[in-house]
């Protein structure tokens, strides 16, 4: 990271007469994309001041998949807008003279995202009031439908949802070449127990336990939204509930937080909405179909890309444990 | 049968991360899956090619897989019946042996919580049986799919 064009950088986007940066080291979090912790005294201008701010921007090879960086600003501009507790975004930079890539700034926040960490109850607070605040927050994302302004840089809304997953997942399936029978089974349960399409809302698209930031006391952001998109709202649930985001805490179903019901019951309060268990059933299994061809593509940026990640490595084995659940899921109920 | 990479490239990268001062969790859980591995050898692999060939004739596993993958995908499981239990009886015997080289804890964890009630049968039910039975009547292993 060159701190001296991200200097100048921020002079001039902000018009500060100068700007200092004391710090700039990389964050531990953010498997796909960079985020960096950049604190920075400015002089005069928009921003002036010191700063705590969070440098976003494109990992060294790309997943091929989800929003570009300047897509995922506008989204987090407008859902920072809609009251969503998401870190306040700041400045967009597309010129890759400055950095060698396109990159956000954003407020930093306080708090960690370690799955683990929250699971083992180290960060988060509360149980039970964490789960019910991450349904408050789930249930007013839901609440923003394809009329909001604010969202023209999203792909229109699919008339179905689940149809649009199911290609997209075939689709990222047959890229891979190799065989996966386990997945083959789940895309046919899931063409025959397709559920009629829902009314789309606007919905994350990664929610889950590692993807929102918590500190001792409980949840302070709700991070990574380049996955955003018009989905159906079961999609989010499904994803949050799915076994591999429970970070081994398995009997505990919602995030490896709480019990499903709790989340469930949090989330109808407050959206007013009835969840359907078989249909947050099927967006689990789909959950489970999609996040083994997202981790194909992402060890694929190290077996393939080159970038030379135990991380990325590693994922290449985390197939199995969507194989576990599509087995598990698709069993008669 | 195993997902890639393999345990050796596994390794190369662990030693590449210690040597940086990378994350020692991630390493250590790279050698522990190439360890699990090596002891048990190919005997897994072998035992999937032989279930395999029964169904479709000597071959290389990679072919194999191919003619599972795509029976599947053509829909040669869809209807309840004697031949869908049978293939998921293979499948999670696949499935259980890799998860038991790549992430036994998960397995465990996932076989220690039953799931919450009337949404899925345990997962215990599927795997294990199929584990620990093997050679057991296939169709007797339940039919499964609602």
């Not at chain 1, 002089?43 to 440098?55: D, F, Q």
């Not at chain 1, 789940?186 to 990664?206: F, K, N, Q, S, Y």
Request: charged share 25%.
């Amino acid at each position: 990271m060159n701190a001296a064009a991200l200097r100048r950088y921020l002079t001039e986007a902000t018009g500060a007469r100068s700007a200092e940066i004391d710090e700039l080291r990389r964050l531990p979090d953010g498997a796909v994309q960079e985020n960096w912790l950049v604190a920075a005294r400015l002089e005069g201008g928009s921003l002036a001041g010191g700063w705590r701010l969070v440098l976003r921007t494109d990992g060294a090879t790309a997943l091929g998949i989800g929003l570009d960086r300047a897509a995922e600003f506008q989204v987090l501009r407008a859902v920072h807008a809609a009251g969503i507790s998401v870190p306040q975004p700041l400045l967009l930079c597309e010129d890759c003279a400055v950095i060698g890539r396109p990159f956000f700034l954003m407020h930093f926040i306080a708090g960690a995202a370690a799955g683990e960490r929250i699971v083992a109850g180290e960060l988060g607070g509360e149980r039970q009031a964490l789960v019910a605040r991450l349904a408050r927050e789930l249930a007013l994302l839901h609440a923003i439908t394809p009329a909001h302004p604010g969202f023209a840089c999203l792909a229109p809304p699919p008339v179905d949802a689940a149809e649009a997953r199911l290609e997209q997942c075939a689709r990222l399936l047959a890229a891979d070449g190799a065989p996966h029978p386990v997945a083959e089974w789940g895309l046919r349960w899931l063409i025959r127990h397709a559920p009629p399409p829902a009314e789309p809302v606007l919905c994350h698209g990664d929610f889950r336990t590692g993807n929102f930031l918590a500190d001792a006391q409980g949840f302070t952001a709700l991070l990574d939204w380049e996955f955003a998109g018009w989905s159906d709202p079961d999609e989010d649930i499904g994803w949050f509930c799915l076994g591999p985001w429970r970070f081994g805490a398995y009997g505990r179903e919602a995030g490896g937080i709480a019990a499903r019901a709790a989340l469930y019951r949090a989330y109808e309060a407050a959206s007013g909405r009835r969840i359907a268990a078989e249909r947050v059933r099927w967006w689990e299994v789909m959950a489970a179909l999609r996040w083994l061809v997202i981790a194909l593509r992402q060890r694929d940026r190290c077996l393939i890309g080159g970038e030379r990640s135990l991380d990325l490595a590693l994922t290449g084995r985390r197939p199995a444990e969507c194989e576990f659940e599509i087995l598990t899921l698709t069993e008669a109920a | 049968m195993r997902d890639p990479p393999d345990a050796a490239f596994l390794l190369a990268l662990a030693r590449e991360a210690e040597a940086q001062g990378g994350d020692a969790k991630l390493a250590a859980r790279a050698r522990a899956i190439a360890e699990r591995e090596r002891a048990a050898g190919d005997a897994p692999v072998e035992r999937l090619r032989r279930a395999l060939a029964e169904r479709y004739g000597e071959g290389r596993i990679e072919d194999l897989l191919c003619r599972l993958a795509g029976e599947i995908r053509a829909g040669a499981a869809d209807a309840p019946g004697p031949a869908r239990a049978a293939l998921r009886t293979l499948l999670w015997s696949m499935t259980v042996q890799k998860l038991a080289e790549s992430n036994p804890d998960y397995l465990a964890a996932a076989e220690a919580h039953p799931p919450s009630p009337g949404r899925r049968n345990s997962p215990s039910s599927g795997p294990c049986v199929s584990l620990r039975d093997r050679g057991r009547p296939e169709a007797s292993l339940g039919e499964g799919d609602a």
